[in-house]
């Protein structure tokens, strides 16, 4: 069994590494779930997922946000304010909001926010918009004109800042509440700030997370029949409730979607209208060659080498060119 989020179902289809299931599992079975929850790729089914929405969302300290911003410009108000030197040794010592700013897939929220997305209908990259452009700007801006989240942050620091109360909002995702909670931490969830210019709200990459077959046992039917079952098991309504209460990730089980714990959650409601202003994760194998052409430049942006415009042009061009390797 293969476990992750939808976006490896593309490469590894295309590498014959994990085995269509509808010879697996009857309708009767797949009915259960939200068809979100259902990985197709080319017509066949790939992947049956316990977990929905693998998304980022606004999560904030309610010790120090007792209502978290609803719009961008409310979020730069906010996080200014927030941004604080609390001993008086001239260095910020809070910051309004943290995040893995320089990683793409942390940036996304903000390119669609702007109008953008990474990819059309037929798998080829949109980079060098308006919406990209506009998104890096923002994300630059936050820094250094705004000066509301730190000179560098990768994921761990980001993480730290946020854990011990140096940070009073985080972007991060539904994988990292639980370990907010364990630590202590009075958390809320909130949808991605409302871009005011645009009229659009800050859209996550959505992914259901589950279970595929490795394409190695499809002769072996004893292995199968055990694959099957344990499947089962793993995206039962049992299992996911317990996981649901445990971790507040979305289930994927019609039942448990509709349960009560999770209608009357506050977590599990903000993160599912985050979901809803969200785009679903492209599970073709041209998301990985998009995501390595818009790194160098994206970064390249925040380091002060590029221009937002340049790095949009860049990352377009890097992004045809790294797919027609691909495919040759």
Do not use: C
Not at 184 to 210: E, N
Not at 263 to 275: A, F, P, T
């Amino acid at each position: 069994i293969v476990y992750g989020p939808s976006d490896q179902v593309g490469p590894f289809q295309v590498m014959d590494i994990i085995l269509p299931l509808y010879t697996l599992f009857d309708r009767s079975f797949l009915d259960q779930f939200d068809p979100k929850g259902l990985t197709y790729y080319k017509g066949k089914l790939y992947k049956i997922s316990d977990k929905l929405g693998n998304h980022l969302t606004l999560v904030y300290n309610k010790k120090l946000v007792p209502v978290p911003p609803a719009t961008d410009l409310e979020l730069i108000e906010m996080g200014k304010k927030l941004t604080k030197d609390t001993d008086g040794d001239g260095k910020v010592d809070q910051y309004g909001l943290a995040w893995n700013y320089t990683e793409p897939f942390f940036f996304i929220p903000f390119m669609t926010g702007f109008g953008g997305w990474i990819m059309d209908e037929q798998d080829q990259p949109t980079l060098n918009t308006v919406g990209t452009v506009n998104g890096l700007k923002f994300v630059r801006e936050l820094r250094d004109v705004h000066g509301m989240i730190p000179n560098e942050a990768d994921y761990n620091i980001a993480d730290a800042l946020f854990k011990d109360g140096h940070a009073a909002m985080i972007i991060n995702g539904d994988w990292s509440w639980a370990g907010y909670q364990k630590a202590g931490l009075d958390i809320g969830v909130a949808p991605l700030p409302f871009i005011t210019s645009t009229g659009r709200w800050s859209g996550t990459m959505v992914s259901p997370k589950g279970f595929s077959v490795n394409a190695r046992i499809r002769e072996d039917s004893v292995k199968l029949r055990w694959v099957k079952e344990l499947i089962i098991y793993l995206t039962s309504e049992e299992n996911q409730m317990e996981a649901t209460r445990t971790l507040f990730t979305m289930p994927t089980n019609k039942n448990v979607i509709k349960s009560e714990f999770v209608q009357s959650n506050e977590i599990l409601r903000n993160s599912q209208v985050q979901i809803d202003h969200g785009n679903p994760m492209p599970v073709v194998p041209e998301l990985r060659a998009i995501w390595d052409a818009m790194r160098p430049s994206y970064q390249a942006v925040l380091a002060g080498s590029k221009t937002p415009e340049q790095a949009a042009t860049d990352m377009q061009l890097q992004a045809v060119q790294r797919i027609k390797e691909m495919n040759e």
